[in-house]
């Protein structure tokens, strides 16, 4: 979502989404958001993917890894006390912590590449840093889930319309990717209370256009911009549009 570019919405829009974000620290944000005041937000943009799920966000959400420990140093100003699930087993003395204090708050924003048709070795590498599991990790992230359902709610809530993204992956990703995953991701939307969703998962990108396995370039971002302009304008008052095709439910 950090290559979708606000300036080709015809409403005001920003674009506050962060490299490999877990849905809790999403969640932070708009809570963040909407408890400022008067917020004025009318529609949520948010990505989702097969990926949204995969292992590797069982370690965002645990300062047992790296990437957890990465989490709390770039998302700290948003955990808010009242929720102290990430907190819990946190040394607050930890180097992770400390930097965090004194480091911004990751806001995102939009960002470009100029990458194009990647190789199978970097969709190899990709893949399997999302999807190997780790020590003894659930092979996906319910944590993910349940925190993409309170986004949902959050929403609802305050009359917030949510419209959920799957933009283009490289199709020998998507094609590495167990069915098991298309299936939460089906399950997921399907689970909403009142979502729009877009799937562009189908579409046969060029890999000219993309920047890696999952990633779009630039040029793939300003071209997808549009097409999600148009998409988003034209699917107010429906819910669980689809630009694609859905994935079946069964087995999850």
């Not at 006390?81 to 965090?100: A, R």
């Not at 107010?236 to 087995?251: F, I, M, P």
Request: aromatic share 12%.
């Amino acid at each position: 979502m950090q290559r979708i570019n606000p300036k080709l919405f015809g409403l005001n829009t920003y674009n506050f989404s962060s490299s490999g974000e877990h849905y809790f620290f999403t969640y932070e944000k708009i809570r963040r958001l909407i408890r400022s005041g008067d917020h004025k937000i009318k529609h949520i943009i948010l990505g989702v993917s097969p990926v949204s799920f995969a292992p590797v966000y069982n370690r965002m959400f645990s300062t047992k890894y790296i990437e957890g420990r990465m989490s709390l140093t770039r998302y700290l100003y948003f955990i808010g006390l009242d929720n102290n699930e990430f907190f819990q087993g946190v040394d607050i003395l930890s180097k992770s912590m400390i930097k965090g204090i004194y480091r911004k708050p990751d806001w995102g924003g939009l960002t470009g590449s100029t990458n194009k048709n990647p190789d199978s070795k970097i969709i190899d590498v990709l893949f399997k840093q999302h999807f190997k599991i780790v020590l003894s990790e659930n092979q996906y992230s319910s944590v993910q889930i349940k925190y993409l359902s309170k986004i949902d709610s959050i929403c609802n809530v305050n009359d917030i319309s949510l419209v959920l993204v799957s933009l283009p992956n490289h199709p020998i990703y998507l094609k590495k990717i167990d069915d098991l995953y298309y299936n939460i991701l089906n399950h997921s939307v399907n689970s909403m209370i009142k979502v729009k969703y877009i799937n562009y998962l189908d579409y046969d990108i060029n890999p000219e256009l993309m920047s890696d396995a999952n990633h779009l370039n630039s040029k793939g971002g300003d071209i997808f911009s549009k097409y999600l302009a148009i998409e988003v304008e034209n699917t107010k008052g429906r819910t669980h549009y689809n630009a694609g095709t859905k994935v079946d439910s069964q087995g999850f």
